[in-house]
């Protein structure tokens, strides 16, 4: 009996290519397993090996090593970082608690002239083609979201991050067009794909909203010191705001019609408290 790389589950159909109970495709089916190399010594590599095996916080430590002597990294070394995390993130399930341990918002600010976080959503985004079965493209949503969420810790100009929302929103969709053509590998498993990928496309909109209101709100001069304000090595305070409306989204996935209007209604109100804050900037939150 084959066994799932990733969750460990047993593989009933190993001919199908990937795992029914969480959509990892199976790289060695059938085969015993190959000793495992040894650890690269090179930070980059080692890195670059560390994503690859989903190791996501492990492979960004390695990274850090290299970047706090060098910050600039070469085009070959950039595409090295997003093939592997791409590559890791495609085949591993990865838990929201790994990526905030990984702090891609501060690797991110690490790396001069690049934007990881961006470009790691659009390499997710443009991988769709992989996915055989609707809780494959959910497994690539996963991530997607995480890198949306990061991406409010690491840039702190509004308008920025509305463009991005409103990017992830069509990226967003076009998953859910695709998983309308696949097949649900777990038809008896609630809450099904197609209501997460929804249910992502609702957050993410609304968050874009709550963006576009503060932009157009404020005159830019407004916004470019408020950009500037909130820059700096520390997450900015906001963050939390938008990390307790993704959460809402998630339980709202499991709760009741009437639960899952009320966390809905509790998640807009913590993005107007997002806004708000924002507009507030540093200044008079300490004055």
Not at 19 to 38: D, F, I, M, N, V
Not at 106 to 121: F, N, T
Not at 136 to 147: K, N, Q, S
Request: glycine share 6%.
């Amino acid at each position: 009996m084959v066994k799932c790389p990733a969750c460990g589950a047993e593989v009933t159909d190993p001919s199908l290519g990937f795992c029914t109970a969480c959509g990892a495709y199976l790289s060695a089916q059938g085969k015993a397993p190959a000793p495992e190399p040894a650890v690269p010594s090179d930070p980059v590599e080692e890195g670059a090996w560390m994503a690859s095996a989903g190791r996501i916080a492990e492979a960004t430590a390695a990274w850090k090593k290299r970047l706090y002597a060098e910050p600039r990294v070469s085009d070959a070394v950039y595409e090295r970082m997003l093939s592997s995390l791409t590559e890791g993130m495609l085949n591993y399930p990865v838990s929201a608690q790994s990526f905030h341990a990984a702090g891609f918002a501060d690797i991110d600010m690490m790396i001069r002239d690049r934007e990881l976080i961006p470009d790691l959503m659009k390499r997710l985004s443009s991988s769709l083609g992989v996915c055989k079965i609707q809780n494959g493209v959910l497994g690539l949503a996963h991530p997607y979201m995480f890198l949306l969420i990061e991406a409010f810790s690491a840039y702190t100009d509004i308008r920025e991050l509305r463009d991005l929302c409103s990017e992830a929103a069509v990226a967003l969709g076009n998953m859910i067009e695709t998983a309308q053509g696949l097949p649900n590998a777990m038809p008896g498993k609630k809450p099904e794909p197609l209501r997460c990928l929804n249910a992502y496309l609702s957050f993410t909109e609304s968050l874009r909203n709550e963006a576009a209101k503060v932009s157009s709100s404020l005159p830019s001069e407004r916004l470019d010191a408020l950009a500037d304000e909130w820059s700096g090595p520390a997450a900015p305070p906001y963050i939390i705001h938008v990390r307790a409306a993704f959460l809402l989204t998630l339980r709202s996935l499991t709760a009741g019609r009437f639960g899952t209007s009320h966390l809905l209604k509790r998640r807009d109100g913590l993005l107007r408290t997002f806004g708000e804050e924002y507009s507030e900037g540093t200044k008079k939150k300490s004055a």
